[in-house]
């Protein structure tokens, strides 16, 4: 991506700064034990093609101060995602997209441990949880700071890595409580949401239906409807609708065609894909995609972002 590393830099982490061709501005790493954080303000020169070699992980990010755009006229905003695919994932970036924000990955190792007294049974059901429930709970406020922390340090200054690792840990414990607020709080009935998310990432893409779901959790339907709607925001066909669009918006950005996309997510033709993707997001996927491609956002195309929204 034009990001080279920086031989000179005595600071934190791994410096990474743009060759002047392909990318200007810079791009820092810090690794701790199972997580790593990243600080940058780079822009991308020509149209790129970034591809990453995918493993598991939640990835919490949020604006830098002063990144600019609707992000500073609302406050910061930070988002959970899971990357669940295997090997390598490519995703076109326009010449101009300028990615300025604070993020922290964390690994299995870290989220494991985490997780584990709430029943934790696999990243992908509690980033789930977590990424769907965001704007129906709300973060933690230890989210925000613990990143406002993160890219108000100096990386140069002594202690800098204690700050990024006590800021991660911080954040960590905010994303569990947020977790933790959102599943039921008796322990039978939170580990049977667990194990209903996590059937519904596992078949999202057949469709596994309510009854089966309700049967994961150890519940009868009327509890299960009840217990799920309150732990997610969602019914549990809006649910697995919602995850069928976030993989579709992915593909679409990569450039795969409508009716191949319908077939990925699991809608028997591209007339129905079509009508759902509507209903969800205003416009046809192809619209979507064309409005997505031609709008350089603030901090870059993400999957699960519309046209328009800003990191």
Not at 4 to 11: E, I, M, P
Not at 231 to 242: H, K, L, R, V
Not at 249 to 276: C, H, N
Request: hydrophobic share 45%.
């Amino acid at each position: 991506m034009g990001l080279l590393l920086a031989g000179d830099d005595r600071g934190a982490g791994e410096l990474f700064v743009g060759d002047g061709v392909r990318a200007e501005g810079w791009y820092r790493a810090w690794a701790g034990e199972g997580l790593t954080v990243v600080t940058c303000d780079f822009t991308i020169l020509v149209d790129t093609l970034f591809a990453i070699d995918t493993r598991r992980y939640l990835t919490v990010r949020g604006p830098a101060p002063g990144a600019g755009g609707d992000a500073a006229a609302s406050g910061p905003v930070a988002i959970a995602y899971i990357e669940t695919r295997e090997g390598w994932v490519s995703t076109p970036v326009p010449a101009g997209s300028h990615f300025a924000y604070a993020e922290v990955e964390y690994f299995e190792k870290a989220l494991r441990s985490a997780f584990a007294e709430l029943g934790w049974r696999s990243i992908e059901g509690i980033s789930s949880l977590l990424a769907e429930t965001r704007h129906s709970v709300g973060w933690a406020p230890g989210v925000l700071s613990a990143l406002g922390e993160i890219s108000g340090v100096d990386p140069a200054a002594p202690g800098a890595a204690l700050v990024y690792e006590g800021a991660a840990k911080v954040l960590l414990g905010s994303l569990v409580g947020t977790a933790a607020a959102a599943l039921p709080k008796e322990g039978s009935a939170r580990t049977g949401i667990l194990a209903a998310i996590e059937l519904a990432n596992a078949r999202w893409r057949e469709g596994a239906s309510q009854k089966e779901a309700a049967s994961a959790a150890g519940m009868g339907i009327t509890k299960f409807k009840l217990l799920f709607k309150r732990a997610t925001g969602s019914s549990w066909s809006a649910y697995i609708t919602a995850r069928r669009m976030r993989e579709a918006r992915a593909l679409l950005l990569a450039g795969r065609g409508v009716a191949e996309v319908a077939r990925e997510v699991g809608y028997r033709s591209s007339t129905s894909f079509s009508a759902a993707f509507a209903r969800m997001h205003g416009l046809s996927p192809a619209r979507w995609r064309d409005a997505a491609k031609a709008e350089v956002e603030q901090v870059g195309p993400h999957e699960g972002d519309s046209p328009g929204q800003t990191r």
